[in-house]
């Protein structure tokens, strides 16, 4: 059973960073495609940004956060991050890490394993 727990959230002021870390335990981690979700309240899910199993060549952004936030994974370490830059008060949610196998990086669908989420808040 895949364990995933993620850690970084926190307050930050609008314009400032953070980076998520999502530690990965019980499986396979080069075989996972990886993700981020975010839900704040009163919205749907949203799948923020994610990478394609083993090297991770292939990457997917939501339109709301292309060109500041960054998702990157180390095999080796078994965690997936996601740099967050330039954070806007409406970034403000619970970021939950998400896991599969397979799934092609432009199908939100199928994601079986989540964290229990860590959250972000940011200020204006």
């Known amino acids: 059973q895949v364990q995933l727990v993620e850690s970084g959230g926190g307050l930050v002021q609008a314009g400032g960073s953070l980076r998520l870390s999502c530690a990965a335990s019980?499986?396979?981690?080069?075989?996972?495609?990886m993700a981020w979700f975010r839900q704040a309240p009163g919205k749907e899910r949203e799948r923020a940004a994610a990478i394609s199993w083993f090297g991770g060549r292939s990457t997917y952004y939501a339109d709301s956060v292309k060109g500041r936030f960054t998702i990157s994974r180390d095999n080796g370490k078994h965690t997936v991050y996601l740099q967050m830059s330039s954070l806007k008060v409406e970034d403000t949610a619970v970021y939950y890490c998400?896991?599969?196998?397979?799934?092609?990086?432009?199908?939100?669908?199928?994601?079986?394993?989540w964290g229990q989420g860590t959250q972000v808040t940011v200020s204006s």
């Open positions: 998400a896991a599969r196998i397979g799934g092609t990086i432009t199908t939100p669908q199928g994601y079986d394993h």
């Open positions: 019980g499986g396979t981690f080069s075989s996972l495609s």
